[in-house]
């Protein structure tokens, strides 16, 4: 079902030069890029990156550019670049599931007294423990996008060789759970960076606000089988305030970090981050995309990531 042409029903006669799920491996690549860069410019706050700090940094610089050659080799061997990609997101997952894990224990006293070894004040200062999973995050939907699903809709991901994996939803409501995550952890980044000022500025609350109505409406559409025009629409609303509220969240901050007419780029590592509030824009772009036509260009069946149109 192509749920973006629910709402516009003119898309089905558009054809885009990339599928759906060129698409979404077309973003993963940038956002390990950019999860690479913006771990870089978070990690050093500090002054000095520790050994095992290099390893999401260079991480998400390495695993960008060899999607992005996986690309190039889906061309000629569309099976060598599949099995390249899932095992670059395979590792996603490790390095975001490691990082989370050595954010938390940087968060909580060990030692401390039973009760106080964790805390939400300890959380909010401390490295963000959600970040890390963004690496996860684009992991699981780059291994989803990955892999061919053929006929489209059911849940049916060809492995080559004439294998095949049923899954229990489709690749699209698939897709729309891990949104409704991906969001969900977007929000509880934000939340416990927003925390830090005490929500002085009546700004901040609205990424809280419409990043949570976005998720349950990514949520509650994933759970609907047969979604209805006025479900799209409600969805295409919230996946456009998703990209304004990081568009506008991304010039105030980097508003408060101009200091008068002088620019002090230190100001811009240890005060707003300007790149936070993109991931908002992020999201939305994701949300957009995953309703795009489920349809593939398939050569023969069971192959894996089509060749471009």
Avoid: C
């Amino acid at each position: 079902m192509y749920y973006l042409a629910i709402l516009f029903p003119r898309l089905k006669e558009v054809r885009l030069p990339l599928s759906r799920d060129q698409l979404l491996l077309l973003l993963a690549a940038v956002n390990l890029l950019f999860l690479g860069l913006d771990t870089y410019l978070a990690h050093l706050i500090s002054g000095t990156i520790r050994p095992r700090e290099w390893i999401p940094v260079l991480f998400g610089f390495v695993a960008g550019t060899l999607l992005l050659i996986a690309g190039l080799i889906a061309l000629r061997n569309r099976l060598a670049a599949t099995r390249l990609v899932t095992a670059v997101f395979i590792a996603s997952i490790a390095v975001g599931l490691l990082g989370a894990y050595f954010h938390v224990v940087r968060g909580t006293y060990p030692t401390a007294p039973v009760g106080q070894r964790v805390s939400i004040q300890l959380l909010v200062w401390a490295p963000p423990v959600v970040a890390p999973l963004m690496f996860a995050l684009v992991g699981l939907w780059g291994i989803s996008a990955a892999w061919l699903e053929s006929p489209p809709d059911s849940g049916r991901l060809g492995l080559g060789g004439g294998r095949f994996l049923q899954m229990p939803y489709s690749k699209t409501r698939a897709y729309l759970f891990l949104t409704s995550l991906a969001i969900l952890a977007t929000i509880i980044s934000s939340a416990l960076d927003h925390a830090r000022v005490n929500y002085e500025n009546a700004w901040l609350w609205l990424p809280l606000f419409v990043g949570v109505f976005a998720a349950i409406v990514t949520f509650g559409l994933a759970l609907l089988s047969q979604p209805g025009r006025a479900d799209m629409a409600i969805y295409a609303a919230a996946m456009a305030l998703l990209i304004l509220v990081g568009l506008l969240g991304a010039a105030l901050h980097i508003q408060a970090d101009i200091s008068g007419q002088t620019i002090v780029v230190e100001r811009f590592l240890r005060e707003a981050p300007f790149l936070a509030p993109l991931l908002f824009a992020n999201m939305g772009l994701l949300g957009l995309i995953v309703v795009l036509d489920p349809a593939e260009q398939v050569v023969d069946e069971g192959s894996p990531i089509p060749a471009p149109a």
